[in-house]
């Protein structure tokens, strides 16, 4: 399935889910315009380095230098030609857009709070390298919605994250390095940090479905053992006898 494709595809289910929206689950703006804003800031910043000849790769993550410490807040802004750039735009919004449409409670603090310790994480681990590119974020979204699906055991997240296996499952292979030139610790970072946010969240927004009985009359009839203990028939109350007495008086004519 091609960049396209998935693009096109999680679109779609997006728009599938909100039009079918449960009480915890409306449809606000933020659901499409942060996205949007994320992806529109990214490719901005592209077209400055293009057109005017700049070059922001050294405002990216370096490890272990306190210089570097501004790549924590930069990198997810910089990308280094089209193809990185495109590769992480279509799975942002996506992810981003599950992320505040499943998880509105939460995205921001998801988004801002894990983007910082995804950077920290990777400024710790990474080889002495600049490390550029959304891929952290989109890596931290990715597995936030994956795990928060399946530990919170919803039907509809469960759901969501089976989708986000399909769309981009093989990512995970991406967090090991295979490939020459690509930040893995970022990915690496990223995936840490979003399975560490599903379970501080685990509790907050939209959880498994507990079901209520109601007791009817049969439920009485057992024991909390479980034994059945039929009801005891009411004693019938004895109707008193009524005695009648009859006065007989005589007709007198005068």
Not at 52 to 61: C, I, L, S
Not at 112 to 134: C, D, E, F, N, P
Not at 180 to 191: C, I, T
Request: charged share 15%; net charge neutral; glycine share 8%.
């Amino acid at each position: 399935m091609t960049e396209i494709q998935k693009c096109y595809f999680g679109f779609i289910f997006v728009i599938f889910s909100i039009m079918k929206t449960e009480q915890q689950l409306k449809f606000c703006p933020t659901v499409f315009t942060i996205p949007l804003l994320f992806v529109f800031a990214i490719w901005f910043v592209y077209w400055l380095e293009i057109t005017f000849g700049w070059n922001f790769n050294k405002f990216g993550v370096y490890p272990r230098n306190f210089s570097g410490l501004k790549g924590v807040f930069n990198s997810p802004f910089i990308h280094s030609d089209t193809k990185h750039l495109f590769n992480n735009s279509v799975p942002l919004f996506v992810l981003s857009a599950c992320l505040f449409y499943f998880y509105k409670e939460v995205a921001v603090k998801v988004l801002i709070y894990g983007g910082i310790i995804t950077g920290l994480l990777t400024w710790i681990i990474a080889r002495q390298s600049y490390h550029i590119g959304a891929s952290g974020i989109v890596y931290l979204l990715f597995s936030f919605v994956l795990f928060s699906g399946i530990i919170k055991k919803n039907y509809r997240l469960v759901a969501v994250s089976f989708i986000t296996i399909f769309l981009y499952g093989s990512m995970v292979w991406y967090v090991l390095p295979i490939k020459e030139g690509m930040s893995w610790e970022g990915h690496l970072s990223g995936l840490i940090t979003g399975f560490v946010f599903a379970l501080l969240y685990r509790k907050r927004g939209i959880v498994k479905e507990k079901f209520e009985f109601s007791q009817t009359e049969f439920d009485t009839m057992f024991d909390e053992d479980g034994n059945y203990v039929p009801p005891v028939p009411e004693e019938e109350t004895e109707l008193k006898e009524i005695n009648y007495k009859y006065i007989y008086k005589e007709n007198k004519q005068e």
